[in-house]
């Protein structure tokens, strides 16, 4: 699958880089939930303390793909969302696509949210045709409101934490800053567990993943994972394209 919309710090681009999930995926700071996205996971449990990125799943979860493709397309410069007779999380979910790689949904079309250089996907016919496609395929995902300690314990599942990094998470609607009492929960779940952050943590012994190409130019990634080396080496997909 690809994303169902775009959102700050999505992995979506990178997740190949990430050992490869096994069994139920749980992401506890969900976004976009770009890891269980790209990995097709089958189940899914997305946790978020942020109810608008929270509304967004509900009613992705709850809609069918003709209300997807019937949703208004706002094709000029200003049209705003503010307009439409939709729902307010219907407005979310256009909203995102309106101001890419934010961690809030815009309410107007803007010239940079209607451009098309690079084949970047904007909101339209062909951006409502990936989501309706897809909605079949997370029939099995669910979505709670609350803290990651919400996140159900399983043994055979895989944690995809990617918390607000410590440097970057003034641009999220929700702000977080519990790393210490996050880095305890990581080392005690009972399930494999991968962990996202920038190269200024300290809260878990992280490793450098790489540097990977963003929207503003280059960004240095780190990871931690309890699963020992030897093992993550064999799980962790070679360069490809999806």
Not at 216 to 227: D, K, P
Request: with cysteine; proline share 8%; net charge neutral.
């Amino acid at each position: 699958m690809r994303p169902f919309f775009p959102y700050y710090g999505s992995k979506w681009n990178i997740a190949r880089h990430y050992p490869v999930p096994t069994g139920h995926v749980i992401e506890p700071f969900a976004g976009s939930a770009s890891y269980a996205t790209y990995y097709d996971a089958p189940r899914a449990s997305l946790i978020d303390a942020d109810p608008v990125i929270v509304g967004v799943w509900r009613y992705l979860l709850a809609a069918r793909p003709a209300e997807i493709l019937s949703l208004p397309e706002l094709p000029n410069v200003g049209d705003s969302v503010d307009d439409l007779n939709i729902t307010q999380e219907a407005r979310w979910l256009i909203g995102f696509w309106l101001n890419r790689g934010s961690a809030a949904p815009k309410k107007s079309r803007t010239a940079y949210s209607a451009r098309t250089d690079r084949a970047q996907l904007t909101w339209g016919l062909k951006a409502k045709e990936r989501i309706a496609a897809q909605l079949p395929l997370i029939n099995g995902w669910s979505i709670v409101e609350g803290d990651f300690e919400a996140a159900p314990a399983d043994a055979a599942g895989t944690y995809f934490v990617d918390p607000p990094y410590g440097d970057k998470g003034k641009h999220y609607r929700v702000q977080f800053a519990e790393f210490a009492r996050l880095g305890r929960w990581c080392e005690s779940a009972v399930g494999k567990v991968i962990v996202c952050e920038g190269p200024s943590a300290t809260w878990l012994p992280f490793e450098r993943l790489g540097s990977f190409k963003t929207s503003r130019g280059r960004a240095e990634e780190f990871v931690w994972c309890n699963v020992p080396p030897t093992q993550r080496d064999l799980l962790i997909q070679p360069e490809m394209t999806k």
